[in-house]
Structure formats: structure tokens, C-alpha cells
């Protein structure tokens, strides 16, 4: 079972849920106001063990994988 937790501006995530029909209310929200942040916040979510996995949402995936291969706050390298 997923228990997602959302990253992103948080009206707008609420609005869209909204014109679709989707209740977000129970779910986990950080509010962040641009793509970038919020991909820096998931990546930093899963480092502290406060999620599990990444899931691409609306952002562009060169932002997304900036952050997770960033040197010092991305995900470490793995030893070969």
C-alpha cells in the first residue's frame, strides 16, 4: 500500500484534486511554492527515512533527477 505524501504548492495541488474529483484531504502535504524545491524536499524526505520511494509528479524529470543526483543532498552513489 502506498501512503503518499504530496510535495508541492498546495492550493494548486488542492485545486487540481478538486476539478478531478480526487480527496486529498487525509493525505500528507508540504507545502513548497516552486518544482525545483519540491523536488529538493522529496529527495531530502526519502534521505531522512521519512518516505520510501520518489514518485514523479508534474515537474520536469531534469529537475527532478537534479536533485537526486545532486552531490552533497542527493542520493549517495552506490560502491561498486
Known sequence: MIVPILVGPKE?????ATSVG???AGFDMIDVTY??????KAVELVRSGKADLLM???LHS?????AVTKRDTGFERAAA
Open 12 to 16: 494548486r495541488m488542492r485545486s487540481i
Open 22 to 24: 480526487l480527496d486529498i
Open 35 to 40: 518544482s525545483q524545491a519540491a523536488a529538493e
Open 56 to 58: 514523479k509528479g508534474s
Open 62 to 66: 531534469d529537475e527532478l533527477l537534479g
